[in-house]
């Protein structure tokens, strides 16, 4: 028992040093103002590609349900039209 004990001990500390907590919250402080210039532009990007993804699919909706139509519009060849 006496030897466990020290074992135990010595692998907690290990265990508690090794997951440092970091109680600031998951994004990293800006330590200069290219730093703080490079968040905001990677914030900006991350928005931009979100909006993107939302233009293609509606985009895509859009001339799922137009084709038929245009498609139906289009003027027949004279030739299939008078046989």
Known sequence: MKNIFPLVVILSVILAISCNENDKGSEPRARTRTDSLLNDCNGWIILGMAKMGK???AEQ???RLLDP???YL???PAKLLNP
């Open 55 to 57: 233009l293609t699919r």
């Open 61 to 63: 909706t859009t001339r």
């Open 74 to 76: 289009q003027p027949k």
């Open 69 to 71: 139509l245009l498609n």
